[in-house]
């Protein structure tokens, strides 16, 4: 695998390669990786010449320093994950080497009513901080294909909106979210629940589960509030939003016309560990 932490330098490779004729695919990370990260890797591998990983932990995107701070950081043993299924390129730059001007306030991203809701509702600035962020990554590595995880469901609703407003020509492919046996979704964050809370954050998944079962017999609003109320009793200290909205605008819904898709999504604290997922429970 090479390995690059100057944006120029990989640049320049990766526009030699296309020159040549090679494809290549990209899957942007945070770094602190497991399966579901590699399962995107592994998908960039079967569909490109070359698959170029990037782990960077991006100070633009949280809102709550504390939670940057705590933030899992584990490269060696990604570096050997990354080795194990043949990742090609693995870019992990400094912060000064992304953001090396000084902030622009004029900045700012279009992301209308994506930035207003859920996620963007609960973590001011944070969809701003990813467009930064995969504004300079998608300039950088010139990708050919983008692979991202449903996990962050509203997250790849954003990047697809920046792809559009910046005209980048790249096509994004959004991966089903990589679960635990047991069903809960993998994420870096985990690391950081004890095993009792590992144990309860499974709560979000069976919520997940039970408003799929439950949305075709009762209103939106009843499932939700039995939802937040077996999510406060397994467990979880603070819950950001229990929600079903349309699945192609994030509309919330309150009375399901049997037709719209939807998406029910979930975001809530165990001890100050956030965490979020999300189920689609119809599809257009
Ligand atoms: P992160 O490192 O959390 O920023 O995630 C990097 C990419 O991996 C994003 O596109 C995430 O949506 C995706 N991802 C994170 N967790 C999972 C998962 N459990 N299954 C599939 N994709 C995931």
Known sequence: MKFFTARKELNQYLQLQKKSGCSIGFTPTMGALHDGHLALIKKSKQENNISVCSIFVNPAQFNDKADFEKYPQTLETDI????????????????????????????????????????????????????????????????????????????????????????????????????????????????????????????????????????????????????????????????DYVSVANATNLELINEWDGKTPLVALVAAFIGNVRLIDNMILAED
Do not use: W
């Open 80 to 239: 050997n994950l990354l080795e194990k299924i043949n990742c090609d390129i693995l870019f992990a730059p400094t912060v000064n080497e992304i953001y090396q001007q000084p902030d622009n306030p004029d900045e700012i991203y279009a992301l209308g009513f994506l930035d207003k809701t859920l996620e963007g509702l609960y973590r001011p600035g944070h969809f701003q901080g990813v467009c930064k962020v995969m504004y300079r990554l998608l300039t950088i590595v010139d990708a050919d294909n983008l692979y991202m995880g449903q996990k962050d469901y509203q997250q790849c609703m954003v990047v697809k909106k920046l792809i559009e407003l910046a005209d980048f020509k790249v096509q994004l492919h959004i991966c089903k979210t990589i679960r635990e046996e047991n069903g809960l979704a993998m994420s870096s964050r985990n690391m950081r629940l004890s095993v009792k809370q590992k144990e309860a954050a499974l709560a979000i998944y069976q919520s997940l589960i039970y408003i799929k079962k439950e949305i075709s017999k009762s209103m939106p609003s009843l499932i939700i509030e039995n939802v937040k109320k077996k999510l406060v009793e397994s467990g979880f200290e603070k819950i």
